[in-house]
């Protein structure tokens, strides 16, 4: 998918700052359960290991996320952005479990299917220089989706 899903879900899904104009550019943020089920039919939420083949086989974390990011809507500087892959990765933010909404401009986040433990995921962040970090958060929190089609 080459872009951030834009479903609206019944629940568990935000536009950032609550407002929908921000969804035609960023999609919609998804809590992790959500986003477990908001991909279409023959497509799914990628898993942990799925993401790490991807940054590996784009030279690794610390290369990876130039060559996934648009050429613009970043905060500059937008190291090493290339979208050489047609990722086009855009810095969306994120929610917090209390409804706090941050970072858009600087960093996107996308969550994985893969749980780490009873109430958090893992998930991956693109910031403003060309890395992609690898990490896990709140099941609660709100973040990107994109989806991978089935073989």
Do not use: Q
């Not at 919609?28 to 993401?51: F, M």
């Not at 190291?79 to 209390?98: H, I, M, Q, V």
């Amino acid at each position: 998918m080459a872009e951030n899903l834009a479903y609206k879900a019944s629940t568990g899904c935000w536009a950032y700052k609550d407002d929908v104009i921000n969804v035609a550019k960023y999609g919609y943020l998804y809590n992790w359960e959500t986003a477990k089920t908001v991909c279409p039919s023959g497509w799914h939420l990628p898993t942990d290991a799925e993401w790490s083949t991807l940054t590996t086989y784009l030279g690794g974390e610390d290369v990876a996320g130039g060559k996934l990011k648009s050429t613009s809507t970043w905060t500059s500087p937008n190291t090493g952005a290339t979208n050489e892959t047609g990722f086009t990765a855009l810095p969306g933010g994120y929610r917090s479990p209390k409804g706090l909404f941050r970072d858009v401009g600087d960093d996107g986040y996308w969550w994985s299917s893969t749980e780490y433990d009873t109430s958090t995921a893992w998930y991956r962040s693109v910031d403003s220089d060309s890395n992609v970090d690898r990490y896990y958060s709140s099941e609660a929190d709100g973040f990107s989706v994109r989806c991978v089609k089935n073989n």
